[in-house]
T-cell receptor, first 116, second 114 residues
Framework: DTAVSQTPKYLVTQMGNDKSIKCEQN?????MYWYKQDSKKFLKIMFS???????INETVPNRFSPKSPDKAHLNLHINSLELGDSAVYFC???????????????FGDGTRLSIL | AQSVTQPDIHITVSEGASLELRCNYS??????LFWYVQSPGQGLQLLLK??????LVQGIKGFEAEFKRSQSSFNLRKPSVHWSDAAEYFC????????????FGSGTRLSIRP
């Protein structure tokens, strides 16, 4: 009955490779997010989708491409991985931002990406 | 744009002692405020939130926080900590607009002394 699930939990790969992280939520939320948490625990939003539409796109290299096939899924594809991409990536979901401003977000357990 | 500061990087308290984690925000109007907790190897879990109304907010696991507009603060408190409270705590602030994002503080690591 996991609310927000991400796969894989760990991802170890070499520089230059392309990889994807998948995220699914079963909470009935219509907004989903990707965050990057660096080694100092600093958490920064990367993208947000509302009803499959991109609504937040921070300054992120275009090697990162989110894809939302439906409201319950938001995947993150990363091309040409670099050493600096090593981090923990968190998926989150919430009810629509527009309903009552910012709604509490529910987080997955994270994907720890290590670039060799 | 909103911002949030957690001045304490690391705090150690004895088990059974009281706890206060500081959070200061910057925003031109009344913000939405949140406290999240992150246990090692896990995602963030919402402890409590403030949207409007009573400025003293009760959360899960015995935590509470008080919104003080005059001090731009939203400090997290617990009267008696347990060893299981050891974790990273994040304060977050959101703006009251439909397309805004939540900004997280840099976190405070809480250690519990037996």
């Amino acid at each position: 009955d996991t609310a927000v699930s991400q796969t894989p939990k760990y991802l170890v790969t070499q520089m230059g490779n392309d990889k994807s992280i998948k995220c699914e939520q079963n909470l009935g939320h219509d907004t989903m997010y990707w965050y990057k948490q660096d080694s100092k625990k600093f958490l920064k939003i990367m993208f947000s989708y509302n009803n499959k539409e991109l609504i937040i796109n921070e300054t992120v290299p275009n090697r990162f491409s989110p894809k939302s096939p439906d409201k319950a899924h938001l995947n993150l594809h990363i091309n040409s991985l670099e050493l600096g991409d090593s981090a923990v990536y968190f998926c989150a979901s919430s009810h629509s931002l527009g309903r009552d401003g910012n709604q509490p977000q529910h987080f997955g357990d994270g994907t720890r990406l290590s670039i060799l | 744009a909103q911002s949030v500061t957690q001045p304490d990087i690391h705090i150690t308290v004895s088990e059974g002692a009281s706890l206060e984690l500081r959070c200061n925000y910057s925003y031109g109007a009344t913000p939405y405020l949140f406290w999240y907790v992150q246990s090692p190897g896990q995602g963030l879990q919402l402890l409590l939130k403030y949207f409007s109304g009573d400025t003293l907010v009760q959360g899960i696991k015995g935590f509470e926080a008080e919104f003080k507009r005059s001090q731009s603060s939203f400090n997290l408190r617990k009267p008696s900590v347990h060893w299981s409270d050891a974790a990273e705590y994040f304060c977050a602030v959101g703006a009251r607009s439909s397309a805004s994002k939540i900004i997280f503080g840099s976190g405070t690591r809480l250690s519990i002394r037996p």
